[in-house]
């Protein structure tokens, strides 16, 4: 099955910087990448998704990067604040009609003021 | 409209007992999951449903037990609860029409098994 790794596991940064957390995956047919925020005690939700026929995608300060040779996908975060700081997974879908999808272990994201 | 709810919201259990969590979505979603997650680990499925009266195994089956009886609810059993078990489980939903969607999640349950 699907094995995505998801690194760092640990993420602070001060407020304005860029963020960045990597994840590979392991299934060539994997063709759908979305990213989850999940705040405190919240449940997760989705803040952004690639596709495999898209190399990056933007969304105001969110992008996402695929490389699919190199099996591997990031999220950036420009300009971070204070309400940025929460775990974020990366996930991969292998296909198949049940839509499935594989999470990483997550990042906890500290923006410090 | 209120998305994906889930009953509980918490449960203490002591090893040994059984119980049943309830996720219900009002979206006419076809797909429906049930996950568990624990710390470091990030979300695990346990088991799906790609639609009324069916299920599958996920990646975490075992102690588990899942029926679809309806379209909008999912149910997750727990037929002799183990102190493994202690964990965050969240149910998911997501339609079918246009290709890979949104999995919109519930506020999950909190269990905690003595």
């Known amino acids: 099955g699907e094995n995505v790794e998801q690194h760092p596991s640990t993420l602070s940064v001060q407020e304005g910087d860029s963020a960045v957390i990597k994840c590979t995956y392991s299934d060539s047919a994997s063709n759908y990448f979305p990213w989850y925020k999940q705040e405190l005690g919240k449940r997760p939700q989705l803040i952004i998704d690639i596709r495999s026929n898209v190399g990056e995608k933007k969304d105001q300060r969110i992008a996402v990067t695929l490389n699919k040779t190199a099996k591997h996908f990031s999220l950036h975060i420009t300009e971070t604040q204070p309400e940025d700081s929460a775990v974020y997974f990366c996930?991969?879908?292998?296909?198949?009609?049940?839509?499935?999808?594989?999470f990483g272990s997550g990042t906890q994201l500290t923006v410090l003021p | 409209n209120a998305g994906v709810t889930q009953t509980p919201k918490f449960r203490v259990l002591k090893t040994g007992q059984s119980m049943t969590l309830l996720c219900a979505q009002d979206m006419n979603h076809e797909y429906m999951y049930w996950y568990r997650q624990d710390p470091g680990m990030g979300l695990r499925l346990i088991h799906y449903s790609v639609g009324e009266g069916t299920t599958a195994k996920g990646e975490v089956p075992d102690g588990y037990n899942v029926s679809r009886l309806k379209k909008q609810n999912f149910l997750l059993g727990l037929e002799s609860a183990a102190p493994s078990q202690t964990s965050v489980y969240f149910c998911?939903?997501?339609?079918?029409?246009?290709?890979?969607?949104?999995?919109?999640f519930g506020p999950g349950t909190r269990l905690t098994v003595l």
């Open positions: 998911a939903s997501t339609e079918t029409s246009g290709g890979y969607n949104e999995q919109f």
């Open positions: 996930a991969a879908s292998q296909g198949g009609s049940a839509r499935q999808l594989t």
